[in-house]
């Protein structure tokens, strides 16, 4: 068998990874723990109760496989920084198990990686930057501001003795030359930290119309309608970033041979959040991604010997 590592963390049965999304709490977190390696969040310092009313579109996955995408607009409900590491701690699982940290601040996000440095539970800390809820000393989404990036792992290497590697998750750039300015900066701290790239977040701004209730019925766009915006942004990344910081390829992935296509592009390893999430459970999930019929090529990739 293959042995799969990405940013810096072994995946013992094959290289995917439940996305930030599906796991917003640790009571979830738990479920999907027993069968795959997670990433749970994304977390801030203070509990957020989230948007009400209707926050996700469509309600099953017949139907969002169907259509070909997905529309939430949660407001990144969670339990906050302290509560989460409290009950993550209490997990036992052979998976690995990396925490998603938000800020409304620069700071925040530092106290995140601070609250989650010396877990013992926590392989990793994926610092999310997609996220169009946490604007607040960056009036920017952190994706669109290397400024406040480069001031983050800047502030990092002097403020924390970081233990875990790092992975940065970012919006999708339509500007190529966007996405290669933050590329050749986040180049800039590849000896300071273990580091991969994450991409891509859900594509902001999208109009759900009536279907979605907070911000007018913009939502965020996932599933298969961004999967090629998705692949693009890995092959943009690989062109650019050092070769020593792995790219872990996100979006519209709903079959095993999706995967094969975002390795193939260069990703080390993929994260999996709309499936999972319409899924509902492990064993709806998997049977979709390991359908016969569209994972050939992925069953023969993680039987290879590399």
Same mark, same amino acid.
């Given at each position: 068998?293959?042995?799969?590592?990405?940013?810096?963390?072994?995946?013992?049965?094959?290289?995917?990874?439940?996305?930030?999304? =599906?796991?917003?709490?640790?009571?979830?977190?738990?479920?999907?723990?027993?069968?795959?390696?997670?990433?749970?969040?994304?977390?801030?310092?203070?509990?957020?109760?989230?948007?009400?009313?209707? =926050?996700?579109?469509?309600?099953?996955?017949?139907?969002?496989?169907?259509?070909?995408?997905?529309? +939430?607009?949660?407001?990144?409900?969670?339990?906050?920084?302290?509560?989460?590491?409290?009950?993550?701690?209490?997990?036992?699982?052979?998976?690995?198990?990396? =925490?998603?940290?938000? &800020?409304?601040?620069?700071?925040?996000?530092?106290?995140?990686?601070?609250?989650?440095?010396?877990?013992?539970?926590? $392989?990793?800390?994926?610092?999310?930057?997609?996220?169009?809820?946490?604007?607040?000393?960056?009036?920017?989404?952190?994706?669109?501001?290397?400024?406040?990036?480069?001031?983050?792992?800047?502030?990092?290497?002097?403020?924390?003795? =970081?233990?875990?590697?790092?992975?940065?998750?970012? $919006?999708?750039?339509?500007?190529?030359?966007?996405?290669?300015?933050?590329?050749?900066?986040?180049?800039?701290?590849?000896?300071?930290?273990?580091?991969?790239?994450?991409?891509?977040?859900?594509?902001?701004?999208?109009?759900?119309?009536?279907?979605?209730?907070? +911000?007018?019925?913009? $939502?965020?766009?996932?599933?298969?309608?961004?999967?090629?915006?998705?692949?693009?942004?890995?092959?943009?990344?690989?062109?650019?970033?050092?070769?020593?910081?792995?790219?872990? &390829?996100? &979006?519209?992935?709903?079959?095993?041979?999706?995967?094969?296509?975002?390795?193939?592009?260069?990703?080390?390893?993929?994260?999996?959040?709309?499936?999972?999430?319409?899924? &509902?459970?492990?064993?709806?999930?998997?049977?979709?991604?390991?359908?016969?019929?569209? $994972?050939?090529?992925?069953?023969?990739?993680?039987?290879?010997?590399?």
């Amino acid at each position: 068998m293959p042995q799969w590592t990405a940013g810096g963390v072994r995946l013992p049965h094959g290289p995917y990874i439940i996305g930030a999304g =599906v796991c917003k709490n640790p009571d979830t977190t738990e479920i999907w723990l027993q069968v795959a390696p997670v990433v749970s969040g994304s977390y801030t310092a203070e509990t957020r109760a989230g948007n009400p009313g209707r =926050v996700v579109y469509p309600q099953t996955l017949e139907s969002f496989l169907e259509i070909g995408f997905g529309l +939430n607009s949660y407001g990144m409900p969670n339990t906050g920084f302290q509560v989460a590491a409290k009950q993550l701690s209490k997990f036992r699982s052979e998976q690995p198990l990396i =925490v998603s940290v938000a &800020g409304f601040s620069i700071d925040e996000y530092i106290e995140g990686v601070q609250t989650f440095n010396n877990h013992t539970r926590v $392989s990793a800390i994926e610092l999310n930057f997609g996220c169009p809820n946490t604007q607040g000393d960056h009036p920017d989404i952190m994706s669109f501001n290397p400024g406040a990036v480069r001031k983050l792992l800047e502030m990092l290497c002097v403020t924390v003795e =970081v233990k875990k590697p790092i992975w940065l998750k970012f $919006s999708p750039f339509s500007n190529p030359a966007e996405l290669k300015r933050m590329a050749l900066l986040v180049n800039k701290f590849a000896e300071d930290y273990t580091l991969a790239v994450v991409t891509c977040n859900t594509f902001p701004n999208a109009y759900a119309g009536d279907v979605v209730d907070p +911000n007018n019925g913009l $939502s965020g766009l996932s599933g298969p309608a961004i999967k090629e915006i998705a692949r693009g942004q890995v092959r943009w990344f690989k062109a650019n970033l050092d070769p020593a910081i792995d790219i872990i &390829g996100v &979006g519209g992935i709903t079959t095993g041979d999706d995967i094969v296509d975002f390795l193939d592009d260069g990703a080390k390893a993929v994260q999996l959040t709309s499936l999972p999430f319409w899924a &509902g459970n492990p064993s709806d999930f998997f049977r979709q991604l390991m359908d016969t019929n569209t $994972s050939s090529r992925f069953i023969e990739r993680l039987t290879d010997d590399i």
